[in-house]
């Protein structure tokens, strides 16, 4: 069974970064393409970005293109998500995903971004 465990989450002030960490295990990660989502209070689960597995290719929400970056290191199994100059409306619950045989989510990571 595919596990994914987030870490990195906390609290930030307005412009502050955050790094958060997606560590997988039970499938051969260098193979799939890993997406992040969030969810703020009181609103549907969001795409925010993905990574392939092949040639690590990317793509970005909106509202995050320019301000955060996904990256993976397929020898530890482990994708991240750098988050610079974090506004509230980046407060949410972030989640790490992927498809193999059905959409896999870890437990999420709290991101509160707050003065």
């Known amino acids: 069974q595919v596990q994914l465990v987030e870490s990195g989450g906390g609290l930030v002030q307005p412009g502050g970064s955050l790094r958060l960490s997606c560590a997988a295990s039970?499938?051969?990660?260098?193979?799939?393409?890993m997406t992040w989502y969030r969810q703020a209070p009181g609103k549907e689960r969001e795409y925010v970005a993905r990574i392939t597995g092949n040639d690590g290719s990317t793509n970005y929400a909106d509202s995050v293109k320019g301000r955060f970056t996904i990256s993976r290191d397929n020898a530890k199994n482990t994708v991240y998500l750098q988050m610079d100059r974090l506004t509230p409306e980046d407060t949410a619950v972030y989640y790490c995903?992927?498809?193999?045989?059905?959409?896999?989510w870890g437990q999420g990571t709290q991101v509160t971004v707050s003065s």
């Open positions: 039970r499938f051969t990660f260098s193979m799939y393409t």
């Open positions: 995903s992927t498809f193999t045989f059905r959409r896999f």
